[in-house]
């Protein structure tokens, strides 16, 4: 059983045998309780708590073997399968991916790279999809392990990539700042907020990403967010405005992340003035 899964079953376990020992005492307590109201020898109690120990015993072992088992064993299963339908998942992406360069080169004219360049966005959204789905399903499974990184350099990868898609530009302003945390879940949140900026912004206003002390702040210039919108915005499938294509989840995904690496997180919007995330990063920062 991989790291994570048998420290959550070693847990079970702990739990299990806590409150099957306390019922044991219980039932202890109540034997001497019964026996002393009808004036009992020490024998007699030493006599009844072996058997209710006994008792304990062979019912513990029926229970663990019942109970607890399976659990491990549907762990493993489920284990198995992810990474079967992960597999089967990632061929049509790479083959949408390969197809379409093909494509790109037979077809020149201007409709037809139109509809190249959209199906090339859809894949990249597909991917990015695909990545946050083996990531959540490894973090469940595994131990995702903490790594040393640069801030700057991470973001300057982001942007590169977001930039791949056509849209807004960006401004940086960023000193230098090392981290020690989730990079992938860091990468996975950091383009999630950049998502969210390009998507709710016009083509041309640029998105501000700068990063000083422990501050990391994203500005967008877009149509911004009333206060009731504000309050439910970490809603899993929520959308402040749904004529826009998403599916609501990655502020709750965003929000999940800092409350687990620690990092606080506000969102500071107003209607047409657009939105700034801002993210303490201090307990992320290696010291």
């Known amino acids: 059983m991989p790291l994570k899964g048998r420290r959550r079953h070693r847990l079970r376990m702990i739990y299990a045998v806590s409150i099957y020992l306390l019922s044991v005492l219980l039932l202890l307590a109540l034997l001497y309780w019964f026996l002393s109201v009808n004036s009992f020898e020490e024998r007699d109690f030493l006599t009844g708590s072996l058997l209710v120990v006994l008792i304990a015993i062979i019912v513990g072992y029926i229970l663990s073997g019942d109970i607890l088992a399976p659990r491990e064993e549907m762990d493993a299963k489920f284990a198995h399968l992810s990474k079967e339908i992960l597999h089967e998942l990632n061929l049509p992406l790479a083959t949408i991916e390969a197809n379409s360069k093909l494509l790109k080169k037979a077809h020149r004219d201007e409709k037809s790279q139109r509809r190249l360049v959209r199906i090339d966005a859809a894949s990249v959204r597909l991917k990015r999809l695909y990545d946050e789905l083996i990531y959540t399903i490894n973090k ?21 990539a977001m930039k791949a898609l056509g849209r807004n530009p960006f401004v940086l302003e960023l000193t230098e700042i090392e981290l020690y945390a989730d990079r992938i879940g860091f990468e996975q949140m950091i383009d999630n907020l950049l998502g969210n900026a390009m998507k709710y912004s016009d083509k041309e206003t640029p998105i501000k990403i700068s990063a000083e002390g422990s501050i990391l702040l994203i500005r967008d210039s877009g149509i911004g967010m009333h206060e009731g919108e504000l309050v439910r915005i970490f809603e899993r499938y929520y959308q402040s405005d749904e004529s826009r294509r998403g599916e609501g989840i990655g502020l709750a995904l965003v929000k999940a992340y800092c409350d687990e690496a620690k990092i606080g997180i506000a969102i500071l919007s107003k209607p047409g ?12 920062i290696d010291s």
């Open 140 to 160: 469940e499974i595994y131990n995702i392990e903490k790594e040393r990184f640069s801030l700057s350099l991470l973001l300057e990868e982001r942007v590169e």
């Open 273 to 284: 003035e657009g939105t700034t995330v801002k993210l303490e990063l201090a307990q992320c």
